[in-house]
């Protein structure tokens, strides 16, 4: 069974910085494209940055230049290091699994976590 266990959030100042991480498990996480999502209330859920099993990685114009996702293989977990937050960037923030198996992919998702940025 897939698992995903995000961690990280939290309530921030304008400026601050914060690094989410999610746990994965019950998958073979190093051929699975991982991704954080974030929905903030009334909004639709909208991609944040994303990263490929060979490490390719996009961010939403957003986030560039203050967001860096990375993955840790040995450890079945992607990060995402936010720097520079804004108030706008507050939202419950999801982590996204993209798995192939027999050539479908199968996506997943964690539970979320919550990030508050105050002004």
């Known amino acids: 069974q897939v698992q995903l266990v995000e961690s990280g959030g939290g309530l921030v100042q304008a400026g601050g910085s914060l690094r989410l991480s999610c746990a994965a498990s019950g998958m073979m996480f190093s051929i699975a494209n991982m991704g954080w999502y974030r929905q903030a209330p009334g909004k639709q859920r909208e991609l944040v940055a994303g990263i490929t099993s060979s490490n390719s990685t996009e961010y939403a114009d957003s986030v560039k230049g203050r967001f860096t996702i990375s993955r840790d293989n040995a450890k079945n977990t992607v990060y995402l290091q936010m720097n520079s937050l804004k108030p706008e960037d507050t939202a419950v923030y999801y982590c996204?699994?993209?798995?192939?198996?027999?050539?479908?992919?199968?996506?997943?998702w964690g539970q979320g976590t919550q990030v508050t940025v105050s002004s």
């Open positions: 996204n699994s993209d798995l192939p198996r027999d050539g479908t992919m199968f996506r997943y």
